[in-house]
Nanobody
Framework: QVRLKEFGGGLVQAGGPLSLSCVASGDTICIGSMGWHRRSAGKERELVAHFSRDGTANYADSMKGRVTITRNGAKDTVYLQMNNLKPEDTAVYYC?????????????WGQGTWVTVSA
């Protein structure tokens, strides 16, 4: 099992920055892709940014130019730097891991961390 612990989040004014981090533990050798989703009130969960299995960073169109995802050398921690935040970025942000199929494990999700952007 891959366990995820998120850090960061909170209240920020529109236009401001905020960073999140996510630390994986357990069967980290099974990490395939890793990144962040978010869910806003009344909306489906959506991708924010992630590292695909080949190491490529991918971003949601709504966040391009305002967000950067990075990771540590061990590839078990990801960081999300968000800039120029907008009220519509208010959401619960979830770290997730898609595990490698040969591990026979379920994909993992963090508990989520609130990001609230005030106008």
């Amino acid at each position: 099992q891959v366990r995820l612990k998120e850090f960061g989040g909170g209240l920020v004014q529109a236009g401001g920055p905020l960073s999140l981090s996510c630390v994986a533990s357990g069967d980290t050798i099974c990490i395939g892709s890793m990144g962040w989703h978010r869910r806003s009130a009344g909306k489906e969960r959506e991708l924010v940014a992630h590292f695909s299995r080949d190491g490529t960073a991918n971003y949601a169109d709504s966040m391009k130019g305002r967000v950067t995802i990075t990771r540590n050398g061990a590839k078990d921690t990801v960081y999300l730097q968000m800039n120029n935040l907008k009220p519509e970025d208010t959401a619960v942000y979830y770290c997730y891991v898609e595990v490698k199929s040969y591990c026979g494990l379920d994909d993992s999700w963090g508990q989520g961390t609130w990001v609230t952007v005030s106008a």
